[in-house]
Nanobody, 114 residues
């Protein structure tokens, strides 16, 4: 079992930045990959970014060039640095981790509004 806890969400003005964190605990040795999804009100959950154990990263086109995913293996934590935020980035952001199953965090709200 893998337990994921997100933090770092909040309210930010358009053009601002936030950094989300996702701390993993439990049976984490075989986890690969980890990353983020988001879900806006009334919409499906969409993939945002992924990082693998080998260090490769990938991004949805909607966030490419603005968001950066990184991982601190010493802390078993994945980060999502979000810059140049737009109102359409408003959503609940969910961390995920995958081995033979997919595990999810509880989500953290990000609101981009003036």
């Amino acid at each position: 079992q893998v337990h994921l806890v997100e933090s770092g969400g909040g309210l930010v003005q358009p053009g601002g930045s936030l950094r989300l964190s996702c701390a993993a605990s439990g049976s984490i040795f075989s986890i690969n990959p980890m990353g983020w999804y988001r879900q806006a009100p009334g919409k499906q959950r969409d993939w945002v970014a992924t990082t693998t154990s080998g260090g490769s990263t990938s991004y949805a086109d909607s966030v490419k060039g603005r968001f950066t995913i990184s991982k601190d293996n010493t802390k078993n934590t994945v980060y999502l640095q979000m810059n140049s935020l737009k109102p359409e980035d408003t959503a609940v952001y969910y961390c995920f981790a995958r081995d033979t199953r997919t595990f999810w965090g509880q989500g953290t709200q990000v609101t981009v509004s003036s």
